[in-house]
């Protein structure tokens, strides 16, 4: 066996050995691992500085109680989190994500592929994550309040511009971006647009922020699909989730001339033939904070799947937009017999490994979420390099910076493939290039 494959084995006991019971995390730590005995082939000097054992040991990693008050006046108690993975090519940077399944396993795969995500943008921006197990389903807007007040009230000792800044994920939009923000603000006695973005444009936050995960997956994929000749248009997709991701995804598709026929969230699917009508749909999640199946009850002609996932539905396209491990092999059999052509992670790590070997053994086109979803954490650097100059710049500029920065993420994912040995492999790709662009700047860095 080659050195480099006895290596990666041996990091992946070590893994198995200091994190048990952490599957996701091992999920993703093994997803990686797979992908980089070609890159210690070609750069010795990566295993002999145990680069790979270092990357696998978050820099640090924060718990913390985080009480708080209820309408009815009970006392609450959720459990925080914040992991600082890597900060060797900038600030600690990632989302908050608040859903009653965070642990720190899930805290910890996060982060993890944060590092690789955030290397291939090119940006200068290190890896982490956080959130908390609160589930801000059914709650009023002041207890939201009172607990990112409270989740703050510990975090913020840890944050600032040039040490972490977190920003959305799941159950974390633009109002808990605010309450986070001003409890900072109050907590610090500073202004600091840059600890923190997705803010609102009126007071720090960047255009295009909002859209960019979404529509960088789109740019995504349109660059795949260029290569073979092909385009989004007059394709149809569909779309796990019905949150921040997956309504951008279908608004861009849109715009390029392709129709996203579902939505889902945890209680079910929606289908809609004519085309998913976003207007509706942020009405009933944005504004009401409703369910999905509300919008099939509002709109002729849609219907409302209990129970079932959008991946019975035959298209063309594929956007899994909700959460981890939401696609299994058995999903992946069904796209694949009715023809689906690409799939693109909108949501991180959706698609489980069984399910990605066999779409690419298949020849279906697939793009892994740490290159396909780097739009959001791409804007988001965007918007830190904003604040630093205290400037603002337009929509359609910001929208063309995403749209380079997606099609560099494409092309170094690409040329990695090929460089490796599999072109086309976009996983490969994907973990290779981020991988070299970190291990560089750890190795010039010394042993810290
Ligand atoms: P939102 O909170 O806006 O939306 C999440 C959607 O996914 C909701 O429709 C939710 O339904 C559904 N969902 C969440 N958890 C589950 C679950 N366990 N089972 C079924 N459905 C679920 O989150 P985002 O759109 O921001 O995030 C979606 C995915 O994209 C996540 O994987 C996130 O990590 C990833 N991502 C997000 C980025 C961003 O900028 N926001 C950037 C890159 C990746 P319900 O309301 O029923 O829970
Ligand atoms: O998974 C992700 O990349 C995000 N949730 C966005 C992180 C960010 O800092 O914008």
Known sequence: MPK????????????????????EFLQAVYEVLESVAPVLDEHPEFLDARLLERLIEPERQIMF???????????????????QFNSALGPYKGGLRFHSSVNLSIVKFLGFEQ????????????????????????????EVMRFCQSFMTELFRHLGEHTDVPAGDIGVGGREIGYLFGQYRRLTNRHESGVLTGKGTGWGGAEVRNEATGYGAVFFAERMLARTGSSVAGRTAIVSGSGNVATFVIEKLRQLGATAITVSDSSGYVVDEAGIDLELLRQIKEVERGRVSEYAERRPGARFVAKGNVWEVPADLAFPCATQNELLLADAQRLIANGVSLVAEGANMPVVPDAVHLFQEAGVLFAPGKAANAGGVAASSLEMSQNAARQSWTFGDSEERLRAIMCHVHDSAYEASERYGKPGDYVLGANSAGFVGVAEAMLAQGVV
């Open 4 to 23: 480099s494959q006895t290596h990666v084995n041996e990091i992946a006991e070590i893994a198995l050995a200091r994190n048990p019971g952490e599957p």
């Open 115 to 142: 590092i690789f995500k955030n290397s291939l943008t090119g940006q200068a921006i290190g890896g982490g994550k956080g959130g908390s197990d609160f589930d801000p389903h059914g709650r009023s807007d002041g």
């Open 65 to 83: 109680r985080v009480p708080w008050v209820d309408d009815a006046n009970t006392v609450r108690v959720n459990r925080g989190f914040r992991v």
